[in-house]
């Protein structure tokens, strides 16, 4: 791959990237039972799909972002770009899926059990040290990524025993809301 086809590529996942952070912000908004995560699935350049976790809001379990995402995707896709580092079920999902070659991530796992809304359990690398999974992952370093991804989680609490998440839906509408008018300003 050249350098302008690799600065191509980093520009896709990072736009996607975007969007999937839209997607999670949209389910802190309107969902507010589930930890705001949201993924994109892409087939070559176009999005094939997109989702975020709604295991609370349709109280089907395991409803993550990626899972809905692959649901709802119109072509069979090659990348999955999520706002979260995937839990071992979606690396899984993902891995039956011939197709997808890259899974992109913004915020690792360790940002979600260090603000106990996960249990710990071993990283994607970890995973790979392990296995052999048959994609490859990146995780995307822009930090106005991983700051835009977490902001969402300030707001978001959860019961590990029982599984039970609340966003604080309201306060996090009022700080994007600010946010996005200070950011207006400053362009």
Known sequence: MSAVESYDRKLLLENAAERAIDLAEYS??????DIPVGAIALFGAAI???GYAMDGESGIQHMHAEIVSLEQAMHTPDTVVTTMEPCEQCQDRMAEIESIKTVAYV???TELSDRL?????PSINERIARY?????????SN???????LEPLE?????????TTDVDSEGFRIYRDARNLRDIGQS
């Open 28 to 33: 802190a908004i309107n969902n507010g039972k």
């Open 48 to 50: 094939a799909g997109s």
């Open 107 to 109: 915020t690792p796992r």
């Open 117 to 121: 809304l996960v249990n710990p359990r």
């Open 132 to 140: 052999e999974l048959p994609y490859r992952v990146i995780r995307l």
């Open 143 to 149: 930090p106005a990524l991983l700051q835009r991804a």
């Open 155 to 163: 707001f978001t609490s959860r019961d590990l025993l029982t599984g």
